[in-house]
């Protein structure tokens, strides 16, 4: 937790439940963000969203091949937003990662 900058730190926490974790780990990012930028600080006193929650949830409930292609998010019966939402299109975008399927394609 040390080693890595606030980005990557917020970046990473997009596809956790931070509320959720170890006690130890918890102190240890408590420690990190009180000396850290108030970006990281505001994150992690935060609670997490419900539209964070039910993202963690719908994709902890898909088996794990599913979620190694985005097509079949992309098939599931939902709105096009949703698809975006739980493919995490806007965190990708926000931190300038392209899309996996763009990835895939360039191979």
Same mark, same amino acid.
Not at 41 to 69: D, G, M, Y
Not at 77 to 94: C, G, I
């Given at each position: 937790?040390?080693?890595?900058?606030?980005?990557?730190?917020?970046?990473?926490?997009?596809?956790?439940?931070?509320?959720?974790?170890?006690?130890?780990?918890?102190?240890?990012?408590?420690?990190?963000?009180?000396?850290?930028?108030?970006?990281?600080?505001?994150?992690?006193?935060?609670?997490?969203?419900?539209?964070?929650?039910?993202?963690?949830?719908?994709? !902890?409930? &898909?088996?794990? *091949?599913?979620? $190694?292609?985005?097509?079949? =998010?992309?098939? %599931?019966?939902?709105?096009?937003?949703?698809? !975006?939402? &739980?493919?995490? *299109?806007?965190? $990708?975008?926000?931190?300038? =990662?392209?899309? %996996?399927?763009?990835?895939?394609?360039?191979?």
């Amino acid at each position: 937790i040390d080693s890595v900058s606030d980005d990557i730190l917020i970046f990473t926490l997009e596809f956790t439940n931070w509320k959720r974790l170890p006690p130890t780990v918890e102190k240890m990012l408590s420690a990190r963000a009180s000396n850290s930028s108030w970006v990281l600080q505001q994150w992690i006193a935060a609670v997490p969203s419900l539209t964070h929650l039910c993202r963690l949830k719908i994709r !902890s409930s &898909l088996k794990p *091949e599913h979620l $190694l292609s985005d097509s079949f =998010i992309q098939q %599931l019966p939902l709105p096009r937003s949703l698809h !975006s939402y &739980l493919l995490y *299109e806007e965190v $990708l975008r926000m931190n300038e =990662i392209p899309e %996996l399927e763009s990835l895939m394609m360039e191979k």
